[in-house]
């Protein structure tokens, strides 16, 4: 389970591996939520995208119980606002999976 894996990680390790894995945009998936939510905020998939290559892990990662996985929320100010992104890591799922976007 990607749980187990994952929450043995620091911060630190969390933030660089998240931005080595946003480095290629074919391995960053957004769900359905996620991308209505950007819809609404006005955030593009280019903002998002920078969001996790530079951004920081300024929350304490969350483990989701009942998916298995670890949820970490990105921050970075582009394009003149602070964004916000929840990503999901997980063994099951070797890409970053984007579960929601905010300002």
Same mark, same amino acid.
């Given at each position: ?22 480095? $290629? ?43 298995? $996985? ?24 070797? $890409? ?8």
């Amino acid at each position: 389970m990607g749980l187990d894996k994952w929450s043995t990680k620091s911060t630190p390790q969390l933030q660089k591996h998240i931005r080595n894995l946003a480095r $290629d945009s074919a391995k960053v998936a957004i769900v359905l939520h996620a991308s209505v939510r950007m819809r609404e905020r006005k955030i593009s998939r280019i903002e998002v995208l920078e969001c996790l290559r530079q951004g920081v892990i300024r929350q304490t990662p969350e483990p989701d119980l009942k998916k298995g $996985d670890l949820r970490c929320r990105m921050e970075h100010y582009v394009a003149g606002r602070d964004i916000a992104a929840i990503v999901s890591l997980s063994d099951e799922c070797p $890409d970053l999976l984007v579960v929601t976007v905010f300002l």
